[in-house]
């Protein structure tokens, strides 16, 4: 039977949450245990899908094609999980969920309320969740702060969760803020006193505390917490701020927060250090041989979640190549209007991310025809694709006026919906999502770089390159690369004589991790380095 771990925050949003949860899945899947780590989210929408990126970040795509919350991305990273649609529930879905069914009449007879028909779907839909996984260990984070009206549904199942399944099979985390009063130069616990207080009046007596601190906790807090909170103090952890998210797992396993979660378990696992992690991640991610330069030219780039993934990936590029990758996040809107040569100066390489809609677009175009014509290594991701297609036609193949049909009427539809997306309706879930295999040309750039000839890759977008304009490209010196053979669409392209220029219609980023940089990103980020 798997054990259930409900991770809750309190008194304030980002405190990282997320990567605690993966932090406490690489700790428990290091001692050889195998885990599923879940997200619930309160908002009623069924999935982020449809939200804008200044509501909710980016939004990961899983394998399966849902999607889903960004921290699923730090739970793939940090471990071994793959997530699928059954690891991020909604309220929105769960609702959804109960009405289709109080339709078909499987509640005859009966009034649906919150308790017990919403909170019975949401503990099934967790069962479920352990049911498709087959693990030992499900880790369930629970969206929102306590004290939100729109998480108690989650919060009352947990809590029933414990009565249901027995009180050694299910464990309470409680992830709190500790904060630094400067004039009082003391750390204060009250607001966790008074968030663990709530937490308790909805019956949930949280079994640890991860305390997130600026400065050290000192014995006499940590007493103090545990005493107030109703909690062991060896469970009382602590979590300050760190240079790398990636350090976290270390900082838990040295306060034996895995052999705390295990004892309450009564399990008995093989002996970790998490000495690989430390060499092939830690150590690097911290002192870097060389640094670049790197240009993200998007729409959102105020937003620090809105390319997650990405950054995440450069990142994961750079421990691979012993480089410090610096982000300089450039806004597209007002590159239309400025001096691209100044901008550009210093920089290694150019990524284009992803995105929807017109605004910005032609300082996309304007950023890729420089990284084109000066040789600078360039990345780009699906919107990026489209937007060097755009680029190449308009200025290498004469094709003036050339645009996507998501944003003009245009003589030259080079990017345009294939049939099966022209009839869609309904916007939610019905881009091209998911996995797609994607067979590589012999002797192109592409092949050198993933060293096979089959690759797959999660996908969401619903415009496509224009089979039409392939031969007029190709006696311009585009290469096309990558091609999802079944449909013949368009995958990945790059340019003839020059040293990194590939744009692909997927995204790489989601399948990135910190010991196994995506080929992609490792070798942009070569090129970069080789260019400085
Ligand atoms: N807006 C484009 C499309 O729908 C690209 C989407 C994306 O970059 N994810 O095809």
Known sequence: MAKYIFITGGVISSLGKGIASASIGKILESRGLKVAIMKLDPYINVDPGTMNPYQHGEVYVTEDGAETDLDLGHYERFTNAQASKFNNITTGQIYNWVISRERRGDYLGKTIQVIPQITDAIKEKIKECAGVSKTDIVIVEIGGTVGDIESLPFLEAARQFRLDMGYDNVLYIHLTLVPYIKAAEEVKTKPTQHSVGTLREIGIIPDVLICRTEKPLSESVKE?????????????????????????????????????????????????????????????????????????VGKYIEL???????????????????????????????????????????ISGILVPGGFGYRGIEGKIKAIKFARQNKVPFLGICLGMQCAVIEFARNACNLGGANSTEFRKTKYPVISLLAEQAKVQDLGGTMRLGAYPCKIKKNTLVSKTYGRMLIQERHRHRYEFNNKYRKIFEKKGMIFSGVYQKKNLVEIIELKGHPYFIAVQFHPEFKSKPDQAHPLFRDFIKAAVNKS
């Not at 993934?309 to 994961?316: D, F, G, K, P, Q």
């Open 304 to 346: 620090q979640d809105a390319y997650k993934s990405i950054y995440e990936a450069l990142i994961h590029a750079g421990i691979y190549n012993d480089t410090k990758v610096e982000i300089k996040k450039i806004d597209s809107e007002s590159l239309e209007k400025s001096d691209i040569g100044k901008i550009m100066r210093g």
């Open 224 to 296: 103090k917490i545990s005493l107030f909170c109703n909690v062991r103090k060896e469970a009382v952890i602590e979590s300050p701020d760190m240079e790398s998210i990636y350090q976290i797992p270390l900082v838990f396993k040295k306060q034996i927060l895995d052999e705390i979660i295990l004892g309450h378990f009564k399990l008995i696992c093989k002996f970790s250090d998490l000495k690989d992690w430390e060499r092939d991640v830690v150590t690097r991610v911290l002192n870097p041989k060389n640094k670049v330069t790197i240009a993200v």
